[in-house]
Structures are given as structure tokens and as C-alpha cells.
């Protein structure tokens, strides 16, 4: 017998058909004679909906209960499929985060888990139940509900099944696995039937929407393999493991884009120790996650300073890096938010050369401006213009070979 964690997106819990769906699917795997967590969003376009009702109610809603109202969607969705399941025959119950504990910081929108109290799941797992988790949320050291961020429940199912110690973590969604580029975009996108945490991450981080990078971290760190299905087909897949000889074999694996960027730039910073810190402590203070920085030579002991952040987060970025920027004396602060990211992807990167020059080649014959460059040991992003997107990511799929 196999403990199995099972994860279903908003779109597969849309309405009660879908839910319908779903309960067969959990059936199914139960009488293979597995244990089955289930961990399920909110409906899909309900979370949206609550937050526009937050906004209308507060323009600033207070955090605390921003995060109580838009964690309600997972609990009707948990009590929906439970009912179904009950009605099929096979004994399920509902629970939110606060009954089982999932323990998180006091970080309200972007709350990060801390501790999963397995002791009540492990005793309804004994009856033979099974359990229907709601995802995205959970409960702070003052019993305040948060909220983990968007795609948070992707995160609190490989939390459940590395506290568990599953045997695997089945991540159901509306495609039917990790394909080498978004197929929405580019009809050459193949499938790809393993791929290795680090790749996943990177590309995650990159901008793929597949997986939620917390939890593919999370994943790794705990060894615990994700399958990508999709929950309206028993077609494809692809597993999310660890890297083995034969995916080094692959230069490139893929290539994302990220249209949520914006870009901030703070001309003529003073060139002295402990000023980046004074531009960037207050992001940070303000959960603000900051994805790429350049700094420019210094001239005459100034310099130019240019960083991305999520294009949700850039009016209140602007405001607090301006602020930053008026204490230090810098000249003024320059934002552009018609940009995006697009990277290559791939473990074979570290024992290949030349993957940089390539990239940066076929972009320039495109007639593509790279405005920014980060790279690590298997990834190298370039900030474009958001108008060039496409073409970049198609280019670079045919210029790697990847429908092959």
C-alpha cells in the first residue's frame, strides 16, 4: 500500500461535473489500494473574484483579512468533493489548514510553511479515509489564517507529502505535463517525460506556470517525486525527479517566459559600501521578491542601478525604492514595465560551451535588444521588450533543437 498526495488546479475543480471527475480519479487510485490525500484550489476564477471584492471593500484591504477572505475558495471546493465522495461510497472528510496544523510565518499573501502537524491526518488515514485538504492556506502562531501566494497549493501538497513521507506527489492540472515550451505559443512544444528538480526550478522561476517554485523547492529538498498529469486525460505525464545520466545528455531543455516583469532603474547612485543594502532592505521588509540586478561600472564614484520585480509588486516598489533613492541622493528612479523574460534551460549547460554565444546570436539576427542578462550554472535569462516575446521563445526553440 502507497501513500499518495493527489493535487487538482482550479480548473479542475470548476464546477460539480469536473468535481465529479476528480472523485472518480481519487476512487480509482483508492482501490488500487493506496491512502489518498487530496489537495484541491479554489474554483477556478474564484480567487480573482475575492480579491476584486477585497479591493472594492478597502483599496488597501488590511492583510490579515484580505487573507481570510480569498482562503474561502479552497473550502468550498474541499467540502464539495467531500460530499461527492461520501455520496459515492467511499468515506472522505473536508479539513482546512488550522485542523491539521499547517504552520506558516506571519507573512499574510506570501506566507512561507514552517510545520505540518501530521499526528490527525495519520489517525483519519487509519480509518481508511480520505483526506480532502484545502490548499493555498494556513495558520500562523496567533491562529490568524494566511495565505502561501499564488499557486500555494501546489506548495501545500509537497508540504503534506514530505511531512507524510508519500510515496509520491501527483500534481493534476488542466496540460498534461511539462512541455519544452509554453504549447499555447509554439504548436513544436514537445512533452517531456522526465526532467530533473533543479530544471524545474529554474524554469518555474523563469516563468513557467506548470509548477509553483516553492514547492518544486520543497520537492527537492525532501526527495519527493512530483507527476504533472492532467485531470481530463489519463494520457502523457511527466515525472519531476531527480537528475540521472540520461537527462545530461539534454544542452537545453526548454525555454520559459515571464511577462510579469517590470524594471527599475536608479540613475546616478552614490559608489559606497552599504548603499545597495539602503535601496533593497525595504523591498525586502515589504516581501517584495527582486529577480535581477545590474550594477554599472562607477564613474566619478556614481552608478546606475537597474532591478526586476513582479509587475504586481512595481507600484509599491516604485514608492519605496524612490523614497530610498531621495535618502541617498540619487538623481531619479526610471520605471518600464513593457518588458519580459525569456531563458534557456538545461543541466547539460555546465559541461557544454558556447550556449550563451548561441542564444545571444539568434536573438541579434531576430533583431532583438537585450536590455538585461542573468545566468546561473543551467539557466540564462534575457530581459527583451514584452513585444518580442514570442519570436524570442520561438527562435531559440528552433535554434536548440527542442521539438526533436
Known amino acids: 500500500m ?24 481519487v476512487i480509482k487510485t483508492k482501490q488500487a489500494g493506496n491512502d489518498v490525500i487530496v489537495v484541491l484550489s479554489a474554483m477556478a476564477g474564484e480567487t480573482d473574484r475575492l480579491i476584486n471584492l477585497a479591493h472594492q471593500a478597502a483599496a488597501d484591504p488590511d492583510s490579515r483579512e484580505y487573507d481570510a477572505l ?156 512530483i507527476y504533472v498529469k492532467s485531470s481530463f486525460s489519463d494520457e502523457g505525464g511527466t515525472l519531476v525527479t531527480k537528475e540521472d545520466k540520461e537527462m545530461e545528455k539534454e544542452v537545453v531543455s526548454g525555454v520559459t517566459y515571464d511577462r510579469d516583469q517590470a524594471k527599475i532603474t536608479v540613475i546616478n547612485v552614490p559608489d559606497r559600501p552599504g548603499i545597495a543594502a539602503r535601496l533593497f532592505t525595504p523591498l525586502a521588509e515589504h516581501n517584495i521578491m527582486v529577480d535581477m540586478i545590474i550594477q554599472n561600472v562607477s564613474v566619478d564614484g556614481f552608478t546606475d542601478l537597474t532591478f526586476t520585480v513582479s509587475r504586481k509588486d512595481v507600484k509599491q516598489a516604485a514608492v519605496l525604492v524612490q523614497e530610498a533613492a531621495n535618502d541617498i541622493g540619487a538623481a531619479r528612479v526610471e520605471i518600464d514595465d513593457s518588458v519580459a523574460k525569456v531563458s534557456i534551460i538545461g543541466v547539460g549547460m555546465v559541461s557544454h560551451s558556447g550556449v550563451a554565444a548561441k542564444m545571444f546570436t539568434i536573438l541579434a539576427k531576430e533583431g532583438i535588444n537585450i536590455e538585461m542578462i542573468s545566468t546561473s550554472e543551467i539557466k540564462i535569462s534575457c530581459v527583451v521588450k514584452a513585444k518580442y516575446t514570442e519570436l524570442a521563445v520561438m527562435v531559440l526553440h528552433d535554434a536548440f533543437e527542442l521539438e526533436k
Open 2 to 25: 502507497a501513500l499518495v498526495v493527489q493535487k487538482y488546479g482550479g480548473t479542475s475543480v470548476a464546477d460539480i461535473k469536473r468535481i465529479e471527475n476528480v472523485a472518480r480519479r
Open 70 to 225: 480569498i482562503s474561502t475558495g479552497e473550502q468550498v471546493t474541499v467540502t464539495l468533493l467531500s460530499m461527492v465522495l461520501n455520496r459515492l461510497g467511499y468515506k472522505a472528510r473536508s479539513f482546512l489548514s488550522f485542523q491539521i496544523k499547517i504552520n506558516t510565518d506571519r507573512a499574510h499573501k506570501k506566507a512561507r510553511i514552517t510545520k505540518v502537524d501530521t499526528r490527525k491526518m495519520r489517525e483519519e488515514l487509519k480509518k481508511g479515509s480520505v483526506l480532502v485538504v484545502a490548499g493555498f492556506q494556513g495558520v500562523d502562531e496567533e491562529n490568524d489564517i494566511t495565505t502561501l501566494g499564488r499557486g500555494g497549493s501546489d506548495t501545500s501538497a509537497v508540504a503534506l507529502a514530505a511531512a507524510l513521507k508519500a510515496d509520491l506527489c501527483e500534481i493534476f492540472t488542466d496540460v498534461d505535463g511539462v512541455y519544452t515550451t509554453d504549447p499555447n505559443i509554439y504548436d513544436k512544444a514537445r512533452r517531456l517525460e522526465r526532467i530533473s528538480y533543479d530544471e524545474m526550478l529554474e524554469m518555474a522561476r523563469a516563468g513557467a506556470k506548470v509548477l509553483q517554485p516553492r514547492s518544486v523547492e520543497m520537492a527537492k529538498k525532501y526527495e519527493v517525486p
